[in-house]
């Protein structure tokens, strides 16, 4: 079927100047399977008009042939501590770019900075070093994960440093962001746990269960005070039991909570990640990195917060005790490892990894998926899955070289 995305749209008039954002000419990618949020299209065409996806192509637009392609909305990592070397948690403003745009490389047009565990002072700062860099439009949000975290689930968090999550705390974190908290990770059994997510949802920041030794009844309890994701299912939490079904069954089977998964390999059996989307569905998985500084890097020693990770062939561990320690996984990865080893539908991976974070931030008019009028933010990859062209906001990051 051929198909072409702009029908519905209006030629620009000639008098139109280009987009301020740029002088180039228009771009026509065609030839591909372009994934739409209703289905893919085949041999189907995509209009890049400055930064914007364009309804028609203009007179003087440049073509690009793209067939055997695949096109894919930019992908949406709400959970991601960093790459290239760099932590979120603990670089220089110069470190935190560095790390953007090693994810960027990997297909993430969009990235949450997350921080780990610290003491409050330190997050405090931080948040306001983040949120400059969310001001400039680098990153799309802030997202704390600790301290308000179980000492029983903790993780690769320094213990001395875990709080109860009392809401002045959790205000004074929020503030700090200037409006670009997105998400704070609770365990919402602890003390305070309950009002704290009331005060999120309040607040509009995404109150996320996770790093929680909460029972079923307690994560009940939390999703009615408005929480609205599962911080990676299954990790950090109480295992599904068949007389303590824990966290994990009533966070999958209410319909109000995303849940974020890590498929990398090593963090979830590929049956625990069918088990999430069967019974979430595709529309309420979001695939994360969960990534920390070795991804797209290397293996060697690094530091998450205060605590050594040592790094051996891409799985991060910590050097006392062996917990791992966030993943060095990329998106690009994680889709390919969606769609070859675990068989899922190519729309359903491009949803976990595109659609449904960008929902999530309250975004998806802008991102997450290829409509005209959203931002530029795609994918080029071939027919191996393996990615070959990255545009963000209309400039490539990673430029297909297809002519
Ligand atoms: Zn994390």
């Known amino acids: 079927m051929a198909a072409d995305l702009g029908a519905r749209g209006t030629a620009r008039q000639a008098t139109e100047r280009p987009h301020p954002a740029t002088d180039k000419a228009p771009l026509v990618l065609s030839g591909a399977n372009v994934v739409m949020p209703t289905g893919t299209v085949e041999q189907g065409r995509l209009i890049v008009d400055g930064t914007r996806i364009a309804g028609a192509a203009p007179e003087n637009a440049h073509h690009i042939d793209v067939t055997g392609h695949w096109l894919l909305p930019g992908f949406v990592d709400i959970h991601n501590h960093g790459g290239g070397g760099a932590s979120f948690t603990s670089g220089t403003p110069e470190d935190v770019l560095k790390g953007i745009h090693t994810h960027r490389l990997h297909g993430t047009t969009t990235l949450v900075a997350s921080t780990v565990t610290g003491d409050m002072d330190f997050l405090a700062r931080r948040a306001g070093l983040l949120a400059e860099l969310a001001e400039q439009g680098d990153i799309a949000g802030i997202h704390f994960e600790g301290p308000f975290i179980s000492p029983c689930r903790k993780g690769a968090h320094s213990e001395e440093l875990l709080r109860d999550p009392d809401p002045a705390d959790v205000r004074r974190l929020v503030d700090a962001a200037r409006g670009h908290a997105t998400m704070v990770t609770l365990a919402t059994e602890l003390p305070g746990g309950i009002d ?15 790093h929680t030794d909460a029972s079923y009844e307690q994560t009940v309890e939390a999703i009615e005070a408005g929480a609205t994701v599962a911080t990676h299912l299954f ?13 994990i ?25 069918q ?6 569905g595709a529309d309420r998985v979001a695939f994360i990195t969960d990534a920390m500084d070795a991804a797209g890097f290397g293996d060697g020693r690094y530091m998450l917060g205060p605590l050594e990770v040592e790094v051996a062939d891409g799985v991060a561990r910590l050097v006392e005790g062996g917990s791992i320690a966030g993943s060095t996984l990329t998106l690009d990865r994680a889709f390919k490892r969606a769609v ?12 976990a990894l595109s659609s449904n974070p960008a929902k999530l931030l309250g975004r998806y008019d802008r ?18 899955f393996d990615l070959k062209g990255v545009m963000r906001r209309g400039e490539w990051v990673v430029d297909p070289q297809l002519g």
Do not use: Q, Y
């Open 196 to 210: 704290s997510v009331r005060l999120l949802a309040e607040r509009g920041v995404i109150a996320a269960i996770g």
């Open 235 to 247: 990790n950090a939490m109480p295992p599904l039991g068949h007389r303590e079904p824990g966290p």
């Open 249 to 273: 069954a009533a966070l999958l089977e209410d319909e109000r909570i995303t849940v974020e998964l890590i498929n990398d390999g090593t963090h979830l059996h590929p049956a625990s990640l």
């Open 275 to 280: 088990l999430a989307f069967h019974h979430a």
């Open 340 to 351: 070859t080893v675990d068989r899922l539908p190519v729309e359903h991976a491009v949803a």
């Open 367 to 384: 991102i997450g998926s290829l409509e005209p009028g959203k931002d530029a933010d795609l994918l080029v990859l071939d027919s191996d």
